[in-house]
């Protein structure tokens, strides 16, 4: 976004920070997907994406009004049981299939209206699924 930043590169740091914290996230796996965080502390800092201090929900705002959705929430957490669920029917080579059951279960979601999003906003979603497998 070329507008003036929502946060600050270090507020927006640390709330990603506090967000793997609360999801467990080893510090090998930060590593391995500094770029991946790197990206959520973009979407921090433009505002796109905003941490509930009390429950941990990440919202995202959604940059493109598509299937009449202004923002998606993504809860702090999934079960096995949860992920099971949602990629029942999905082949394991079926990796955008597999994301797009995370995102739909981390949501609440159908998968017909997250197919509907713009490719943007659908890769900000992506990327926070991403650190549930």
């Known amino acids: 976004m070329n507008a003036a930043k929502a946060v600050s590169p270090e507020v927006a740091k640390k709330e990603v920070e506090k967000w793997l914290d609360f999801r467990r996230v080893r510090k090998r796996k930060r590593e391995e997907n500094e ?29 493109f009004d598509k299937a009449g959705k202004k923002e998606l929430n993504f809860k702090p957490s999934m079960s096995v049981g949860e992920g099971q669920r949602a990629l029942k029917g999905i082949k394991t080579t079926d990796s955008h299939g597999m994301l797009l059951a995370y995102v739909s279960e981390l949501t609440g979601e159908v998968k017909e209206v997250l197919r509907q999003l713009d490719s943007e906003d659908y890769g900000i979603a992506r990327t926070i699924a991403g650190f549930f497998f």
């Open 35 to 63: 770029s991946t965080i790197n990206e959520l502390i973009e979407a921090f800092e433009d505002g796109i994406l905003i941490l509930d201090p009390e429950t941990h929900v990440i919202k995202q705002k959604l940059l």
